[in-house]
């Protein structure tokens, strides 16, 4: 009989979206995406840090002729909780004007990201702008928004792994967990 399989990280508390898991959603998502879009060219602009796994990962699902450019914005720093309004950290280089923009982020919770986000970009005139999320946790939601393209829909959960991050830690874990309520705090610095 095979050993019982080691946790992804003795800091997560349970593992919600394993790996294989993810795999599957993003192909699935990637064939959403091509029905949508066909065989068109579209601009994809990344939130990063967060989303820079996903992004990477459903890129590779999709065939069409892709731009990619992305975007920095903060609003969590090193709390769990998202510290009101998001900040604008580094922002886009393409000309996106004229053309149709799908806007990738790991997770929609607040909603003020994304809306943040998708009125910058609307400022700037592209022909379409969609947006596709990894998780949509909608208990957190504070303003009206809802994503064109969802990975999976979770609790009101803190979530870590798969580029999701709590005090930039963490974003290398190959499956989504709930941090263990003990971990919830900044790390001291050294």
Known sequence: MPPPKAAVHPDLESVLV???RIKRRIKEMGREIKRVYGRDEFTVISIINGAIMFTADLLREIENPVRLDCIRIS???NETK?????QLIHSLTLDIAGRDVLLIDDILDTGKTLLLVTELIRKLKPASL???VLLDKKGRREVN???DFVGFKIPDKFVVGYGLDFAERYRNLPAIGVLKPARQNPPARA
């Open 18 to 20: 394993s790996s294989a």
């Open 145 to 147: 928004f809802e994503a």
């Open 130 to 132: 969609r947006t596709c």
């Open 75 to 77: 609003s969590y720093r």
């Open 82 to 86: 998202s510290l009101g309004t998001p």
